[in-house]
């Protein structure tokens, strides 16, 4: 069964920041590209970011463009977010996903970790 597990979240301040981790386990298509989510409490899970399987097209969303950066290792079969100049709203669970196509939709992704804690205190 494929698995995907997230780590490096933390507590951080603002301004400060962290690079979240996603190892892949189990059979992914070579060709799979990767996102990140995130999810607040009380809103809904949202679009972060994410990769093509080659790492060429990285797609962002508007509140993380130029802090956030989204990068994979293919042959450790790792995905990474590193998050930059944080913010008390970038506090959520992120989440990692695999799909088959790139996008910003949940449903395109039919993979996801269980979720690592990020929270930036103000």
């Known amino acids: 069964q494929v698995q995907l597990v997230e780590s490096g979240g933390g507590l951080v301040q603002a301004g400060g920041s962290l690079r979240l981790s996603c190892a892949a386990s189990?059979?992914?298509?070579?060709?799979?590209?990767m996102g990140w989510f995130r999810q607040a409490p009380g809103k809904e899970r949202e679009f972060v970011a994410a990769?093509?399987?080659?790492?060429?097209?990285?797609y962002y969303t508007d509140s993380v463009k130029g802090r956030f950066t989204i990068s994979r290792d293919n042959a450790k079969n790792t995905v990474y977010l590193q998050m930059n100049s944080l913010k008390s709203e970038d506090t959520a669970v992120y989440y990692c996903?695999?799909?088959?196509?790139?996008?910003?939709?949940?449903?395109?992704?039919?993979?996801w970790g269980q979720g690592t804690q990020v929270t930036v205190s103000s």
């Open positions: 996903a695999a799909g088959p196509n790139i996008g910003g939709l949940s449903s395109a992704y039919n993979y």
């Open positions: 990769i093509t399987w080659t790492g060429v097209r990285t």
């Open positions: 189990g059979r992914i298509f070579s060709s799979y590209a």
